[in-house]
Structure formats: C-alpha cells, structure tokens
C-alpha cells in the first residue's frame, strides 16, 4: 500500500490549494471504512491535526483552519483531497495524508506548502 500525495506548493496569501492522496495497492473494503485524515508538520513544531473524515461521514476542523479547509474523498478513485481557501503564512507546512483501519495506519510522503506574505 501507498499514499501518494500530490498538489503542494508555493502560492500568495489568500488563495487556494487542493492536496490530493491517492492510495494504491489498497483495496476498496480497507480505503471507504477507514478513518481519514490531514496533518501538518512545521519546522520545529509538533504534527497537528488540520482535517479528520471519519468512516461514516464526519467531519472536524480545529479553529485554525475551520471554514477555510475542506477534506473529501473519491471512493471510486481511492483518493482524499484536502481542499484549502484564504491560506495565510502561518499554514505554511509540510502536509501529510493518513488512513487508518481496525489494523492499518498508512501515511503519504508529505508535501511542502508555503503561503507566501
């Protein structure tokens, strides 16, 4: 199995970004009832959670991104998205996908995102 994540780079403050992670080798029974999620690592800061889809739907967003962060996903495509709007420096990360089941925990390779002042 493999995350492959796709869509980082350097944009201005204010706009728009759309992270995807395509999972290959997995099969659809282990990608839809999984537990879906984004995180984000600065330089010297702790990972932090920035989107969680849960298996039947659910979606949380911590205050900082709320209303700005979407997360999706294509069951078909085996694909989650992480849609983010009106980005601001302090979004200015390494982003990394993550699915976990029952006895799985995958992780993307992590892509750089630099919102530029």
């Known amino acids: 199995v493999q995350l492959r994540q796709s869509g980082g780079g350097i944009v201005q403050v204010g706009e728009s970004l759309k992270l995807s992670c395509a999972a290959s080798?997995?099969?659809?029974?282990?990608?839809?009832?999984?537990?879906k999620a984004w995180y984000r690592q600065a330089p010297g800061k702790q990972r932090e959670l920035v989107a969680l889809?849960?298996?039947?739907?659910?979606?949380n967003y911590p205050d900082s991104v709320k209303g700005r962060f979407t997360i999706s996903k294509d069951s078909a495509r085996k694909t989650l998205y992480l849609q983010m709007t009106a980005l601001k420096p302090e979004d200015t990360s390494v982003y990394y996908c993550?699915?976990?089941?029952?006895?799985?925990?995958?992780w993307g390779q992590g892509t750089q995102v630099t919102v530029a002042s």
């Open positions: 889809l849960s298996s039947d739907g659910v979606t």
């Open positions: 993550n699915l976990r089941g029952r006895d799985s925990d995958y």
């Open positions: 080798g997995m099969i659809t029974s282990v990608f839809n009832p999984s537990t």
